[in-house]
């Protein structure tokens, strides 16, 4: 992974651009035509910087499950430290799994005793995402 923005000299000379480009996401989220989410994520990716961000969806009838959204370079840091796949979801997948037993295993989540000890299953959705269920 390169500098981030702020820090590349070259990118002194070309200021204008980046806040060109902030300028345009916050009128694309003033217009409300991106969400908060996709904001961060532009952001980030304007920074040079990972971005992951996951919504606990669903009820307790149907089940929970995580709504993720990562930009490029969150998959190349998962890259960097060792976390592949056969495509960027499943390299999500494989850190949820890692970083939520990491949370089990040093018993740092709370009422371990009440977790549903059911394995969640990946299904792949329509607009490529993955839903745990």
């Not at 989410?37 to 307790?60: I, K, S």
């Amino acid at each position: 992974m390169g500098l981030p923005f702020w820090a590349n000299p070259w990118n002194w000379f070309h200021v204008g651009a980046y806040n060109t480009a902030i300028a345009k996401l916050n009128h694309q989220i003033k217009s409300k035509k991106i969400t908060k989410n996709e904001f961060d994520r532009d952001v980030a990716t304007l920074n040079e910087e990972p971005w992951v961000h996951g919504d606990l969806r669903g009820n307790p009838s149907d089940g929970f499950y995580f709504d993720m959204d990562w930009n490029d370079l969150f998959i190349s840091y998962l890259k960097d430290n060792g976390i592949y796949g056969s495509s960027p979801e499943d390299m999500v997948d494989q850190w949820l799994v890692r970083m939520y037993t990491n949370e089990l295993i040093n018993g740092e989540m709370s009422n371990i005793e009440n977790l549903d000890r059911t394995p969640a299953t990946p299904t792949r959705l329509s607009n490529g995402k993955t839903e745990h269920r």
